[in-house]
C-alpha cells in the first residue's frame, strides 16, 4: 500500500503543497515559494532535479511544479502506476529509488499468438519522471511502473501543470521540449525493437520450416 507523508509542506505566505493549488492558482504566491521554498521542498527538489524531464529547469521552477503535487511513499512491490490506467498526471520519482517497468508484449498474429502472456521488464533507477506522456494525450498507460526498493514520488496533476506552464512560459517550453526528446530516444529504441524482432521471427520461421 502508498502512504502518503502525514506533514505538508506549508509556506510562511500561507501556500500549502498539494492539488487545491490548481483551484486556488496564485502564481505571486508561487513564486514567492519557489525563491524559498523550505528545508522539506529543498530536499525534495534536490532529490528529483536530475531527471532527464526536469532537466534545465531552475530549482525555484522545479518548486514551483512540485508544490502542486502529493507526495507519496512506496514499499517494494507498490504499483505507482497501474497498467491501463486513465489518469493523466505525471510522477517525479525521488532518489535513491530504483523502479520496474513492466509493459505487456501485445503484436499481431501469429507473432502475437506466441508472445500471448509475455512482458518486457525495465528496471530504472530514480530520479526519473514516469507517467508524462499523458501531459500530451489523456490516453491509457501502456506499462505498469512498480517500486523496487522503498522510495519516494511526488504525482503532479495535468491541470495544476497546464496552469503553470501557461503563466510561466518557460517552464511550459521546457518541459514539453524534454517530453519531445523523450520521444524521440523512444521511438529510437522502438524501431531497434521492431528490427530485432523481425530478425527473431524470420530466424524461427526458417527454423520451423527446415523441421
Do not use: C
Not at 525563491?35 to 527538489?45: C, I, L, N, S, T
Not at 536530475?50 to 503535487?69: P, S
Not at 507519496?72 to 491501463?84: A, L, N, Q, T
Amino acid at each position: 500500500m502508498t502512504a502518503t507523508l502525514p506533514a505538508i509542506v506549508t509556506h510562511k505566505n500561507g501556500l500549502r503543497m498539494g492539488p487545491h493549488n490548481y483551484d486556488e492558482f496564485d502564481y505571486a504566491k508561487l513564486e514567492e515559494f519557489g525563491a524559498d521554498p523550505g528545508e522539506q521542498m529543498m530536499d525534495w527538489v534536490n532529490r528529483g532535479k536530475k531527471a532527464n524531464m526536469l532537466a534545465e529547469l531552475t530549482d525555484a521552477e522545479i518548486a514551483m511544479i512540485l508544490v502542486g503535487g502529493e507526495f507519496f511513499h512506496y514499499e517494494p512491490g507498490d504499483v505507482i502506476i497501474p497498467w491501463m490506467d486513465t489518469k493523466d498526471s505525471m510522477f517525479v520519482l525521488l532518489a535513491e529509488g530504483r523502479v520496474k517497468i513492466i509493459t505487456p508484449i501485445i503484436l499481431p498474429p501469429p507473432v502475437g499468438d506466441w508472445l500471448s502472456g509475455e512482458k518486457s521488464l525495465l528496471e530504472l533507477p530514480a530520479p526519473q519522471v514516469v507517467g508524462h506522456f499523458n501531459l500530451l494525450s489523456s490516453t491509457v498507460r501502456s506499462a505498469t511502473v512498480e517500486a523496487v526498493v522503498p522510495m519516494d514520488a511526488i504525482e503532479v496533476q495535468r491541470n495544476y501543470l497546464e496552469k503553470l506552464t501557461k503563466t510561466n512560459q518557460h517552464v511550459g517550453a521546457t518541459l514539453f521540449k524534454n517530453i519531445g526528446r523523450a520521444l524521440q530516444g523512444q521511438l529510437r529504441f522502438t524501431n531497434n525493437d521492431v528490427q530485432n524482432l523481425t530478425v527473431a521471427v524470420a530466424l524461427a520461421s526458417r527454423a520451423l520450416r527446415k523441421g
